[in-house]
Structure formats: structure tokens, C-alpha cells
């Protein structure tokens, strides 16, 4: 698996937010801002779009700051989830009716641990 697999199982590397940002993009940012927004029925400010992704320190989008399942994973010193002695948890399982393409990331690379 290429790229940078957050603990939730979302490629960084392809995420829109982290393209935004090692772009410099403003005009995508709030683009994706607009998108989540009426996406998730909730007011994402452009601010908070800024990320250099979940697995290295610089800028974190406003969600990665209160992202439960990236603490836990923080935490419990993983890579990713995948590498959880607890995988699949209710938390990440719940995560992946939000987001299911994500499962396949984790579950391959659990295949190849």
C-alpha cells in the first residue's frame, strides 16, 4: 500500500485537505471547505482545512485535534489501526459506515502484517 495511512485508515496522501495544503491552495481550500460543509451538514471553515496529515507533525485539520481513534492510536503507539491487537474496534467499525474505502486499506495492510 503507497502513501501515508492515517490511523483511521485514510490515505493522506490522496486526502484533499493535505493536496490543498502542500499546495498553498486557497481557492481549493475553501472549495473543500464548501464541499465538506454541505457534505457532512456541518460549517467547516477554511481554517480549518489546513493539514500536513495525520502520521507527521505540521498542520492538522481541525477534526485530527479531537479525532478520537488518532488519539487512541497515538496512544497505544500504532501505526495505524491495522496494527491494533484490537482491530476491528466499535470505534473504527462505526467510522467505516462514514467512510467504507478506508476498511480496505487497514484490512490490507493487516493481511501483510
Known sequence: MEGMI???GINCTECPA???TQAKDAVAAQAIADQWSK???IKV???NIWCDGCLVEGKKCAHCHECE???CGM???VANCAHC???PCDQLNKFFTLAPG???NLDEIKQNL
Open 6 to 8: 492515517a490511523y483511521c
Open 18 to 20: 493535505r493536496i490543498t
Open 39 to 41: 457534505a457532512y451538514n
Open 45 to 47: 471553515m477554511v481554517d
Open 69 to 71: 481513534i488518532r488519539a
Open 75 to 77: 496512544g497505544k503507539g
Open 85 to 87: 491487537a484490537d482491530y
Open 102 to 104: 478506508v476498511k480496505k
